[in-house]
């Protein structure tokens, strides 16, 4: 077997340090080294989306990257998206709407949200789906997954002056 | 009928807070201490005889710790189950691994055991087989001729089984009609592609015997044949299905993969994984559809239908697995639709082919006999020059002829079929459309218009059971116990519904489990929409016989006759005096204070006396760019009739999943293999699944009419998307393209043959201008 190398990176707000076969993937990392098995895998093409998690702010499939690559980075993963109890608001609209069956395909679904959301606050319905092209879903039909999006994104917008002027 | 309050809520869903956490457990998130990994080798050959298998070398590999070939596992595994009611029905011999010769690209041929997944993956390559290529067949109506290459010795015919029906005098009808319509169809190979793979962990200790995790619907039917398949008392054997990321019917099965890792685990002492590649999934795991048959429909003048005879030749691939045999009569068996037709008659042939098999996919036989019907009944409007609307309206049967009795000999338990098509016109301005199409064509716009009135068949009895369970404990939790073992449909939510409701309690108090064969002492499983209509009823009987042993209870704890004793307002209170009452918990609480009982715990096994048939009527708008072939969906609207709904939300997302997967037939699945039997859509580069830009939003309706054969008039609604959606889609692009004279084109409709046939007809055109 090839030689393992030293890395460090940052997950979830926390440094962690792994001697790793230089070809194991980002997505084994996490779930297989690191625990996290919040990351699915659905194919081994980086066509699902299922593997979807932050690299250093970008949306990345992680079976498409390796864990050397991504040494000295900063990985947020679906098990960092909320403070404690406290479901972040694309989280918390996923659930108001319905935004998923199976639940496989919403890790990464979330996380493609998250990106769109921090790029474009106020996206369309074409923006959106356009944004989630890339995450596969079987079970929803995509319908209220884009209604989650568009109310997460309501929800993260500041507040409105109306709002303001109660205060 | 119970007065409720929760049933047809939208309650939001509490499976959801684990898993948008991504703390869900699904197979390959389970940890167990001292875990081995499994790799799978595969044949790359369609048809080959295998001559020797060499593991020399991967035995060597440090990291791995056991290779196998199917030689060696042939006398220790029994051969892989499926159904045999049918007297024609030939059954080869399916192995977990292949022995001496292998019939499909992807049929599993040695195992490779190591510390980590990646050297199980290094070992596998390790392997030497010596093929030897044998002339395959792919193609179903070849399978079935004299001059085909042969797939199993004994039956040199290649065919699987046979099952034809004729009821009613369907060679008078032809006599008698005014037109016979013909038109042949076929429908392509689809992958389920649930997102999740399958995947199976198994762990054996002296102890507690075997423990198999593994991702399917159908938990206690696996525990009863892996039992079967190793010897094992079922005493011995525990399944769990932990979370399951999707299964459209692909997980409705036993995979050659279940015995073997279980066997794995035997003989290795020490819990074994094998998470399938999506490669493998393609390959390996069922595929849906697979027909290819001719119709043929004596009609008269105003479009009555007198008469059907279909012929189809299932493509069944190269074994059986657990259901294949059942699918196609089912196609049979609906063939009627939602029309009163007099005579049917159908043939069916299944061919086997070197190909994966072919088994329940998303609406299993349903899809195909709605996409028959619904394209025959354009036919016929076409060529009578009669709008489609007015030829479904003339043949439905009228809601006073329900219970309804079809010429294939089911009978409908409920329906109005008129009311959810005029619904469905109403929303989407039919008329006005129509104005709009003409207006369109005249300005050579291709703008097309697709009408499906379906009838789908749920909730699977007489023979298919259900079990449930209701518990409400001292410390007045309620635990509710399903053998149903849901995968996304969100029954924790809607029985944790009907539970509350029946027994007065609040929602939270209740929980519901599902999926673990240690847990629940006996189950089929979720699929054909009979979750909720079969297994929800179990628990709703359980409950009902709850309460009568509460009501017992509360007459001895409330000194009163037991007759005297009613439950009114979530409360047991005595005849009369309506202030001495006691909720359900407080009587088991008080119950296990005085001793007279621990628990109040009721279950029950449900077997429907019919099935129940929801219906409704899909419309779907496009319009056809002839320059490129690019199909654009203006709109799509969905009237759905599944008797009473527990929580719209989840119904709704059943049917927009459901309208997905089948506009996917229309437009853009298909599983090909290639003359040689390479499968040339092995990954989700080829197989093209429906991305969220190339779908519309779909306008979704209901009309409600109650089944009678159960006491809640739930019907099922997780297939009615993808059976109401395929030929919806399929007419309205057909429509369009009527003005160039093109009048059927196959599935999926890719932009590729749509631009041919625009092509194509231009080039006619200019022929005959010429
Ligand atoms: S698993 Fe990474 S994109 Fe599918
Ligand atoms: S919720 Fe099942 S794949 Fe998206």
């Not at chain 1, 989280?91 to 998250?114: D, K, R, V, Y």
């Not at chain 2, 035995?59 to 049918?86: F, H, M, S």
Request: glycine content about 8%.
């Amino acid at each position: 077997m090839a030689t393992k190398k030293p890395i460090t990176l940052s997950i979830n707000g926390s440094e962690k340090s792994y001697e790793v076969e230089p070809r194991l993937l980002l997505v084994h990392l996490l779930r297989d080294v690191a625990g996290l098995t919040g990351t699915h895998i659905g194919c081994d093409t980086s066509i699902c989306g299922a593997c979807t998690v932050m690299l250093n702010g970008n949306a990345v499939k992680s079976c498409t990257v390796l864990a050397v690559q991504a040494d000295g980075g900063e990985v947020l993963t679906i098990e960092g998206l909320a403070r404690g109890v406290k479901l972040h608001p694309i989280q918390e609209a996923f659930w108001e709407c319905h935004g998923l069956q199976c639940g496989f395909c919403t890790p990464g679904m979330i996380l493609s949200a998250h990106q769109l959301l921090q790029r474009n606050p106020k996206p369309t319905e074409t923006e959106i789906r356009h944004a989630i092209d890339g995450n596969l879903c079987r079970c929803t039909g995509y319908q209220h997954i884009v209604d989650a999006v568009q109310q997460a994104a309501k929800q993260m917008r500041p507040k409105t002056k109306s709002v303001r002027r109660k205060a | 009928m119970p007065v409720s309050k929760l049933v047809g809520a939208k309650v939001k869903r509490r499976e959801d807070p684990s898993l948008i956490r991504g703390v869900g457990e699904y197979v390959d998130d389970v940890k167990l201490p001292g875990i081995l990994h499994a790799a799978i080798l595969r044949s790359p050959h369609a048809h080959a005889k295998i001559n020797r298998i060499a593991v020399g070398a991967a035995r060597q590999l440090a990291g791995v710790v056991a290779v196998y070939t199917g030689a060696e596992l042939k006398n220790r595994i029994g051969t892989l189950p499926t159904t045999a009611d049918n007297p024609t029905l030939r059954i080869p011999d399916h192995r977990a691994l292949a022995v001496d010769k292998t019939c499909y690209v992807g049929e599993p041929v040695a195992a490779v055991v190591a510390e980590d997944r990646y050297t199980a993956r290094d070992g596998v390559d390790l392997i030497e087989v010596d093929y030897e290529p044998l002339p395959a067949v792919t193609d179903p109506e070849k399978a079935l001729t004299a001059a085909s290459p042969v797939i199993h010795a004994q039956w040199p015919d290649n065919l699987a089984f046979r099952w034809q029906q004729e009821r009613g005098n369907v060679a008078g009808a032809f006599k008698q009609a005014d037109k016979i319509v013909k038109q042949r169809l076929v429908h392509q190979r689809l992958a389920p592609i649930a997102m999740e793979t399958r995947g199976v962990l198994a762990n054996y200790s002296d102890t507690q015997g075997l423990c198999v995790w593994t991702s399917t619907q159908i938990p206690h039917l696996v525990k009863g044949h892996l039992a079967n398949l190793l010897k094992l008392p079922e005493t011995r054997v525990r399944v769990i299905a932990p979370e399951v990321g999707g299964g459209f019917g692909s997980k409705l099965n036993v995979y050659a993969e279940e015995p073997l890792l279980a066997f794995l685990a035997l003989e290795l002492k020490r819990p074994v994984k094998w998470i399938e590649e999506r490669r493998e999934n393609i390959q390996a795991t069922i595929h849906g559809r697979g027909q290819v048959g001719e119709v043929e429909a004596a009609v008269k003048k105003d479009g009555r239908v007198l008469a059907l005879r279909y012929n189809v030749i299932a493509d069944i691939g190269a074994y059986h697995q657990l259901f294949t045999p059942a699918i196609p009569p089912f196609t049979g068996l609906m063939l009627s639709g939602c029309y009163k037709i007099p005579a049917i008659g159908i043939a069916v042939r299944a061919a086997f082919t070197n190909k994966m098999s072919t088994d329940a996919y998303r609406g299993a036989g349903r899809p195909e006999a709605t996409y028959v019907i619904e394209r025959l009944m354009d036919r016929v409007a076409r060529e009578l020059k009669l709008d489609p609307v007015k030829v479904r309206q003339r043949n439905f049967p009228k809601p006073a002829e329900f219970p309804f009795k079809t010429a294939t000999g089911l009978v409908y338990d409920s329906g109005n079929y008129e009311l959810a098509l005029s619904k469905a016109l109403k929303l989407v301005g039919y008329d006005k459309l129509r104005a709009e199409q003409k207006r369109a064509r005249g300005k050579g716009r291709y703008l097309g218009i697709g009408v499906s009135t379906y009838v789908e068949i749920c909730a699977m009895g007489p023979g298919f059971w259900e079990y449930g369970k209701v518990d409400v404990k001292a410390d007045g939790k309620v635990k509710v116990y399903s053998g149903a073992s849901p995968h996304g449909q969100g029954q924790k939510t809607s029985f944790a519904q009907i539970v509350a409701d029946q027994l007065g309690v609040d929602f939270d108090d209740v929980e519901v489990l599902h999926g673990d064969t240690g847990t629940v002492a006996k189950g089929m499983g979720t699929f054909g929409s009979r979750a909720t209509a079969v297994g929800g009823i179990a628990i709703y009987h359980a409950a009902e016989e709850v309460k009568k042993k509460a009501q017992e209870l509360a007459a001895q704890l409330l000194e009163a006759a037991t007759e005297d004793v009613v439950f009114s307002d979530d409360k047991f209170i005595v005849k009369g005096v309506p202030r001495k009452g006691m909720t359900i918990q407080q009587i088991a609480r008080q119950a296990a204070a005085a001793n007279l009982a621990s628990e109040i715990s009721a279950d029950s096994t449900f077997e429907p006396s019919n099935f129940t048939f929801p219906f409704g009527t899909h419309i779907c708008v496009v319009e056809i760019e002839p320059e490129t072939g690019q199909i654009e969906i203006k709109k799509y609207l969905a009237v759905d009739d599944c008797g009473k709904v527990i929580n719209p939300l989840l119904a709704d997302g059943q049917v927009q999943g459901g309208i997905a997967q089948g506009l996917g037939q229309a437009l853009y699945e298909a599983v090909v293999y290639d003359d040689n039997g390479q499968l040339t859509t092995g990954s989700l580069m080829d197989y093209a699944v429906p991305r969220a830009a190339d779908l519309p939003r779909f306008q979704l309706a209901h009309t409600e009419t109650p089944t009678p054969v159960n006491p809640l008039g739930i019907k099922g609604i997780g297939e009615a998307g993808t059976i109401g959606s395929t030929p919806a889609v399929v007419s309205a692009v057909i429509d369009a393209l009527a003005p160039l004279g093109v009048s059927h084109l196959d599935m999926p409709l890719t932009p590729q043959k749509i631009w041919r046939a625009c092509q194509a007809s231009t080039a006619a055109k200019k022929r005959v201008r010429k």
